[in-house]
């Protein structure tokens, strides 16, 4: 094992400086346990694929947000709380050659915290390129709008479809619409994979993906006065896109970008940390309170205050943390 810089981890080969990132996690998964999460994850996708292709979940239009009887708590506290985000529709994005079916989980986990407009947008499986597919996505975007009558929506996009959400933000003029734009290993800075097919593959979306492809060079040009926030998530052993290809870095967006440990690509669309992730960058922050000056002399037992924040946390051993590796920041526990 090399010696590397402190903040830097060796993923599959590849050195990672971990303060470009929020990581997931307190303590690094067994890798062993990962892929067999991942594998997991792979067999429940493809037992629902199927299903998916078949039957067609449709968009009913606006639900009765005033019906809280058959209500879970959670999902009161959202839409009691906060009815105007309950009510932003969140959009789905699929990759390549997929369908919903990779979110089964995620759309499941956002219903139950209280988002009441939850839809999957069917990309064609096999689009011809990223700016027609982007199409697609705007006139999807513009039904919902119409639809539910809300000025904005949320997209959450999983691989190929977060870089074909990117460019309808970036270039087709989707930050009208798009407030949040959250993207699962998606690959922002295109994918080794994709490089090493050989050139004679005359299929064009591929050759987007290509590291300095004309498709990248054009998302990477300037992009003033965009107001849509990216968060960029990526996982730990992907090895499809690598944590350094989904990496979104622009100096006209406002990025943040997350890696969560011990999950691979197919599994974190299945991955609760990131059912919980979403559901925050879903959320407007709220109004944090003033800091409170902490007791001359600490009591036994009480809970400390964050060096960061001043803040009293009283936060137990077990609970795993969303921290900014490199940065003081507060902690938040997910």
Known sequence: MPNLPRGQVLTKGTVIDTRLFTRL????????????????CIATHAALYPAAVVGRRRDEGPTDRYRLADLTPLQRGLIVGDP???????????????????????????????????TSVDVPLFATSVEAAAVALAAAVEQAVRRHGHPDVNIVAHSLGGLVARYYVQRLGGDEYVRTLITLASPHNGTRLASRLPRA??????????????LLQELAEPAPGLRTRFVAV??????????????????DLHTENVLVDGVG???LPFCGAVAQLTS????????????????????????????????ATDQPESATSLRLVGTICQKETV
């Open 234 to 251: 990526a996982g730990g052993l992907d090895t499809v896109v690598r944590p350094d290809e989904a990496r979104l870095d622009h100096p």
């Open 84 to 118: 105007a985000t309950a009510g932003t529709p969140v959009l789905l994005v699929h990759g390549l050659v997929d369908n919903r079916s990779v979110f089964a989980r995620l759309e499941r986990s956002l219903r139950r915290r209280g988002f009441t407009t939850v």
């Open 201 to 214: 593959v005359a299929y064009r979306v591929l050759a987007q993906l290509r590291p300095g492809s004309a």
């Open 280 to 311: 925050r960058r879903l959320t407007p922050a709220q109004p944090t309170a003033p800091a409170v000056p902490a007791p001359a002399a600490p009591v036994a037992g009480a809970p400390q205050a964050t060096a960061a924040t001043g803040l």
């Open 265 to 267: 690509h197919h599994g």
């Open 25 to 40: 996690g307190a303590t690094q998964f067994d890798g062993v346990k990962g892929l067999m999460v991942e594998a997991a």
